[in-house]
């Protein structure tokens, strides 16, 4: 499954379902460039169990706003659409692992 971009009007359904990461940051952000292959990485290898969602919150500041996001990258983990975790900044693939097999 490939990473879906999700905007404002999707955002909701594409993260109501299953165990969603979304990822919202912006292409300036480096932390947000680091993470970016490590999503990839999971997405290739985990796709069975978790969906990613990438946000760009400089187009689409009202879900940026919903969840109070102040810094960049934010990961929002939701599952079947209410959310169960939330990590700010840079995270290593194990890390994010983990926190997906917790919420599974």
């Known amino acids: 499954m490939a990473i879906t971009n999700a905007t404002d009007a999707t955002f909701a359904e594409e993260t109501k379902q299953g165990l969603v990461l979304a990822d919202l940051g912006a ?3 480096g932390p947000c460039k680091m993470i970016a292959p490590v999503l990839e990485e999971m997405d290739a290898e985990m796709s069975d169990q978790v969906k990613i969602v990438k946000l760009d919150v400089d187009q689409n500041p009202e879900t940026a706003q919903k969840f109070g996001v102040m810094s960049i990258p934010t ?3 939701f599952k079947d659409g209410e959310l169960v975790d939330q990590e700010v900044g840079f995270k290593p693939k194990e890390e ?3 926190i997906v097999s917790k919420h599974q």
């Open 27 to 29: 292409p300036w952000c």
């Open 75 to 77: 990961l929002l983990f």
């Open 96 to 98: 994010l692992e983990n």
